[in-house]
């Protein structure tokens, strides 16, 4: 097997991260995914740093047993407390997280340099992409808001009607106080979060018209695929039979085909999802 031929590791905390996936897939339709969500340990976006790295060390482990060639973390919490240890258990391993390029597009989209993120209570605590934000633009101001009930909404399918606006609004509206002052509002807000592209609609409505959604998964995996692009490890479309996907969990296929399907975009079969021990 030729080191391009390899597949790409690609791991959440648990159905989240298809919405990662799907972006990856569209932007690399000749490349084979390994995709693993931790469903048995989820949500991250509630634990502590030191939790969030062990399960993220112990999965990126069990990828590289898989044989992967790069891999990426499709999962804001993860990408914000793990990455470095991550990079550091496997130096020669190129390894991809969502917090840089999220980052970089709200940076290359907001004209007001004011930017608001909403993430997990972890994401936003850790402060990885306010980090983030400021290296790449030192005078941009960033607000950042947890919105945690949003990943239970999304997962359950509640992506629009009255509680998923109310929800959304309650969320958003201390970002975008004050009312009168529109030039110090942020122009330009960041789904931290990899369930939150379910709500888009929703959370576009709440933060209005003139505000521009940046969503990490679609700048990812432009991102991943440049990356791998650069160091030589794309897969050549004449090496094999196009896009092949692999999807691997730590409990409960039936819930993960179910609501993987919608985060996906096209349909799993209970019997498409391997329980795996970690
Ligand atoms: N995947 C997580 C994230 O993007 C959301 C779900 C969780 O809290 O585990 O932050």
């Known amino acids: 097997v030729s ?43 509630t634990k502590s740093p030191d939790t969030v790295i062990r399960y993220a060390v112990q999965i990126a482990q069990a990828l590289v047993a898989c044989n992967v060639k790069a891999m990426v973390i499709a999962c804001n919490t993860a990408s914000a407390m793990a990455l470095p240890a991550i990079r550091a258990h496997f130096p020669e391993l190129p390894v991809m997280g969502v917090v840089e390029p999220g980052a970089q597009a709200a940076v290359n989209t907001s004209r007001n340099g004011r930017i608001g993120v909403i993430a997990t209570e972890a994401t936003v605590r850790g402060g990885a992409y306010q980090r983030a934000i400021v290296q790449r633009r030192p005078e941009a101001i960033v607000t950042a808001a947890a ?28 970002l975008f106080e004050p009312r009168a002052l529109r030039e110090l509002r942020p ?26 959604i940046v969503d990490s998964a679609a700048t990812t995996a432009r991102a991943v695929r440049q990356q791998l692009h650069d160091c030589g490890q794309l897969r050549n479309a004449a090496d094999g039979a196009g896009l092949r996907l692999r999807l691997l969990a730590t409990d409960g296929a039936g819930r993960f085909a179910a609501i993987g ?12 999802v391997e329980i795996i021990d970690l």
């Open 187 to 212: 122009d330009t807000l960041v789904l931290g979060c990899t369930h939150f592209p379910m709500l888009r609609a929703v959370i576009a409505d709440s933060a209005g018209p003139t505000v521009q």
């Open 147 to 174: 919105c945690q009930l949003l990943v239970a909404l999304a997962e359950e399918g509640w992506t629009d009607g009255p509680v998923a606006r109310g929800a959304a609004a309650r969320y958003l509206e201390p």
């Open 3 to 45: 080191s391009t031929s390899r597949p790409i590791g690609v791991f959440d905390s648990g159905v989240g991260g298809l919405t990662v996936l799907a972006q990856l897939c569209i932007e690399m339709p000749d490349e084979q995914f390994v995709y693993l969500g931790d469903t048995a340990r989820l949500p991250y976006g």
């Open 261 to 272: 399907s919608r985060f996906l975009g096209r349909s799993i079969a209970v019997s498409d």
